[in-house]
């Protein structure tokens, strides 16, 4: 089989996956909300999107009803039994974290439909975005929530984007508009983040 890329997986999404669902991290996590971000664009809103936190999942049942379903989880891990309770029930599971000790604690898992794919090296953001669109550009956004959810601050620019993006609700139609800004919205975005 052909592998995605860049993230170089053997499996990809699909318009026809069963009754996607998406497990982000956090319901104020700007990584884990532009991560689901890429799932919702990819479904054109058709998909269930769940943010979660950490410990708001005890066990499988918990969790949205999982039975034939398509799962993806994003910028977030749970344990290996609750994974493995997921796997029993779903049709593909699809996990895509960047988290050291997720990664650790996974060590060695594989799934039967699907794939666990950890990177420390991205952001669940640009893992996600990498995996649902492939053949796009990158955007501005997804690399500025990426570079302070990494601590690199390698773009000058970030700061006042940031700071202006943290102002906005967590609202997937008005993150995607941000996130497609031509280079004068978001020169306007940014003055306005730096005034902050």
């Known amino acids: 089989m052909k592998t995605i890329l ?20 956090g319901r104020s996590c700007p990584d ?8 919702w664009r990819y479904y054109g809103g058709q998909a269930e999107l769940v943010g979660l936190d950490h410990g708001d999942t005890q066990s499988v049942d918990d969790l949205p009803p999982l039975a034939g379903r398509a799962v993806y989880i994003l910028d977030f891990s749970f344990s290996e039994d609750i994974l493995r309770a997921i796997e029993e029930r779903a049709e593909r599971l699809v996990l895509l974290d960047h988290h050291k000790s997720a990664a650790e604690k996974l060590t060695g898992f ?7 794919h950890f990177d ?3 952001s669940g953001a640009r893992l996600a975005w990498e995996f649902f669109h492939p053949e796009e550009t990158l955007p501005d956004l997804v690399r500025y929530v990426e570079d302070r959810d990494l601590w690199n601050w390698q773009y000058p620019e970030s700061a ?22 031509d280079p004068a919205q978001t020169a306007a975005f940014m003055a306005r983040g730096q005034a902050m």
């Open 6 to 25: 860049p993230l170089q997986l053997l499996v990809k999404p699909s318009k026809k996956d069963p009754q996607p669902l998406v497990l982000f991290h």
């Open 32 to 39: 884990g909300f532009a991560a689901a971000l890429a799932a």
């Open 110 to 116: 594989a799934c039967r439909c699907g794939v666990v």
């Open 120 to 122: 420390m090296d991205k």
């Open 160 to 181: 006042a984007f940031l700071a202006a993006l943290d102002m906005e609700p967590f609202d997937f139609a008005r993150w995607q508009e941000i996130a497609f800004f």
